[in-house]
């Protein structure tokens, strides 16, 4: 017991900020929806074509658009009150859900109006996304922010768990449209949250021009000996291995035969192994050993993934995938912690930014040309090579661990990264 309240301590801690506390409530709800809804988009997409390509094309729509919008995204993050940018997005993503539910139920649903709508999903997503990383610190005190990145992973993760779950009993049992009907009713509760926090003043970026700020961002993230390799490997796990994730119906229904129920399985399985790393992480008191632990799970999660891929066993597969879940919330989470706590304050939103862009664009690349492959040569040999691949390129910034560990890890959240001698960042503008 005495264990237990020790590893607990830090949660506990984090949830009694307030504003933290109500936006999780509702943000949890939201993610479940959020869930639901790509569940049965993938589901959808994959019934009304049995196309590797269009699943992947589809994928392709709802993430992508991040890689356009996201240096727009991250400069409105410095200049406008986050807050109102979560919620008119949060209220876009209700309409849009309920569009779909609308057209489903209505027999009126094509493979390229589905296109179109988890075009109009990304774009939306697109927006909010850098606002919405870069709230965080605004919710918690400066000590709680590395468990607090960790406990939006566990929400993020448990809806990814519950969410499939309920689509899955959605899907085999009303029907597509109740699951996009729930989607839309779950993203309210993310407006009602916002509606309840108050925030601490922001410290807004000076207006300089928005092509010019993004690119004060990109030179800022290159130039910071921390922040750039932690952007390149997140960039080759996400185009290499995190594609599986986006063609899953595709191994649920072809490699597994086992159709909606086996993808809610995976999918659940992908959430759970992520929910227990999460917990995992937001325990961690500190910061000391995250960066090992982060490189680490970046080379599972590529070893993981061509595992996967090769593997003709469905139970083998769920389990493989509840590891990789894990693999990919330690590298995902542990990744972002690093660059939250050593990005300087009038820099966040756009360095959060091209992590957001890395985050969603790169599975979207990945998952288009693998579904391309995949209906050329079948789903193994191009999951299985990425995953190898993203597995390797863990090797270079491991090899330079010395360098990078004393750059990230005696960053306070308080200071920023604001040492210009530790991280060679660019003058504040």
């Not at 409105?76 to 986050?82: G, I, P, Q, T």
């Not at 909010?128 to 406990?151: E, G, T």
């Not at 593997?311 to 493989?320: E, K, L, M, R, Y």
Request: charged content about 10%.
């Amino acid at each position: 017991m005495t264990f237990l309240r020790s590893h607990s301590a830090a949660i506990v801690a984090t949830f009694a900020n307030r504003n933290f506390a109500i936006f999780t409530a509702g943000n949890a709800l939201s993610l479940v929806g959020l869930w639901v809804q790509r569940l049965a988009v993938g589901w959808l997409a994959w019934e009304l074509t049995g196309s590797g390509f269009w699943l992947g094309a589809v994928a392709f729509a709802d993430l992508f658009p991040v890689v356009v919008i996201g240096p727009f995204a991250g400069v409105l993050a410095d200049r406008l009150d986050r807050r109102l940018i979560l919620l008119v997005c949060k209220g876009f993503a209700a309409v849009q859900s309920a569009l779909l539910a609308g057209l489903t139920a209505a027999g009126w649903m094509t493979i390229e109006i589905l296109f179109a709508i988890s075009l109009f999903q990304g774009i939306v997503i697109g927006v909010q996304q850098a606002a919405r990383l870069a709230i965080v610190p605004s919710l918690v005190d400066a000590k709680h922010l590395a468990s607090a990145v960790a406990i939006n992973s566990v929400i993020f993760n448990l809806a990814r768990f519950a969410g499939p779950a309920l689509a899955g009993l959605l899907i085999t049992g009303p029907g597509v449209a109740a699951a996009f009907a729930f989607g839309a009713i779950a993203h309210a509760g993310v407006v009602v949250a916002l509606l309840y926090i108050s925030l601490p003043p922001q410290e807004y970026a000076t207006r300089r021009g928005v092509v010019t700020e993004f690119l004060d961002g990109v030179r800022y993230a290159a130039a910071h000996r921390a922040i750039m390799p932690i952007l390149v490997l997140s960039t080759i796990c996400s185009l290499l291995a995190r594609p599986v994730y986006e063609l899953l119906p595709g191994f649920a229904d072809e490699v597994f035969s086992r159709g909606a129920g086996g993808l809610a399985t995976l999918t659940s399985a992908v959430g759970l192994g992520a929910v227990i790393a999460g917990l995992w992480l937001a325990q961690r008191d500190g910061m000391r050993g995250l960066t090992m632990v982060t490189l680490v799970g970046f080379a599972l999660s590529g070893l993981l993934t061509a595992l996967f891929a090769i593997t003709p066993a469905f139970w083998i597969g769920v389990a493989i995938m509840a590891a990789s879940g894990a693999a990919m919330v330690v590298s995902g989470a542990g990744s972002q912690t690093l660059i939250q706590t050593t990005v300087a304050g009038h820099m966040r939103g756009r360095v959060l930014g091209i992590w957001g862009i890395v985050f969603r664009g790169g599975p979207a690349i990945g998952a288009l040309g693998m579904g391309w492959l995949a209906e050329m040569f079948g789903f193994a040999w191009p999951i299985a090579l990425g995953g190898l691949l993203s597995a390797l390129a863990v090797l270079f910034p491991l090899r330079h661990r010395a360098r990078l560990i004393p750059l990230v890890e005696t960053a306070s959240p308080t200071a920023q990264g604001e040492s210009k001698a530790k991280a060679k960042s660019l003058p504040q503008t």
